[in-house]
């Protein structure tokens, strides 16, 4: 089984910035896709940011030119920079983690615990 932890959630103001982070631990042979997705009251859940192991990153219309998502493999972790924030960015921040574990080899898919992002004067 695949743990995932975030941290680096918090309050902020209007045009801040904070650094998510997510660790992955566990019996881990390698993680292929790695996302973060957000969950606001009221809104649908999206897809916020996405980094596959060796591709391009991907990222929803709305935090394009604000956010920057990035992994350290060594570390198996994902963050994601958050700058010039807006009350928009409220909600619970989920990292997302796919790929493979060790000893059998199976696939594995795990979601963190989820961050409180509030931004707000």
């Known amino acids: 089984q695949v743990q995932l932890v975030e941290s680096g959630g918090g309050l902020v103001q209007p045009g801040g910035s904070l650094r998510l982070s997510c660790a992955a631990s566990?019996?881990?042979?390698?993680?292929?896709?790695t996302g973060w997705y957000r969950k606001a009251p009221g809104k649908q859940c999206e897809l916020v940011a996405a980094i596959p192991r060796g591709g391009s990153t991907n990222y929803t219309d709305s935090v394009k030119g604000r956010f920057t998502i990035s992994r350290d493999n060594a570390k198996n972790t994902v963050y994601l920079r958050m700058n010039s924030l807006k009350s928009g960015d409220t909600a619970v921040y989920y990292c997302?983690?796919?790929?493979?574990?060790?000893?059998?080899?199976?696939?594995?898919?795990?979601w963190g615990q989820g961050t409180q992002v509030t931004v707000s004067s």
């Open positions: 566990g019996n881990i042979c390698s993680i292929n896709a």
């Open positions: 997302n983690a796919r790929g493979v574990l060790t000893a059998p080899l199976r696939d594995f898919a795990s």
